[in-house]
């Protein structure tokens, strides 16, 4: 048992090491770290990070209702009255439809079986509001904990 959990540790650096080379940016849940290459990408990811921390509060229905109310709203209000960011989030990729995809085996969204989503978007917001939890719209704050994100970038250099 103990080869076995050695072998699997091994084998999730190596392919985590393997998709840093690939893409440059991502958090790889199972080993818990993170690649990323500039403060936005390490934000992002950093916003993966505490996601997975908290018990992945992007799946929760409570946030997709939240961001499903958000978007229904931004989308019916006049331009001169929306958010910053309501144009990137009410059209973000595979929110209640298929997500981005490739054929390309060169591709990590081939890899990943597409790009997108809530988990995505929760990342995404992350990385909009550079770390100031006001850059987060108001109704969607209370999901993000932006001590967590400091922390984690701090530990990243950030």
Request: charge should be negative; include cysteine; charged fraction near 20%.
């Amino acid at each position: 048992m103990k080869k076995l959990i050695v072998y699997l540790v091994i084998s999730t650096l190596v392919i985590s090491i393997l998709l840093s080379f690939l893409c440059h940016d991502i958090y790889v849940p199972v080993a818990k770290v993170i690649f990323c290459h500039d403060f936005d990408s390490c934000i992002h990811e950093s916003t993966h990070k505490a996601d997975d921390i908290s018990g992945w509060t992007s799946s929760t229905n409570e946030w997709i209702d939240a961001v499903n109310d958000y978007r229904m709203v931004q989308y019916l209000m006049p331009a001169e009255f929306k958010d910053d960011h309501a144009f990137k989030i009410v059209f973000f990729p595979g929110l209640g439809k298929q997500k981005l995809s490739s054929d390309d085996p060169k591709s990590l969204i081939f890899w990943m079986g597409g790009w997108g989503g809530y988990t995505e978007l929760y990342a995404s917001i992350g990385e909009f509001s550079g770390g100031d939890i006001n850059n987060i719209p108001p109704s969607l704050q209370q999901f993000y904990d932006m001590d967590e994100i400091t922390e984690i970038m701090e530990g990243l250099g950030y």
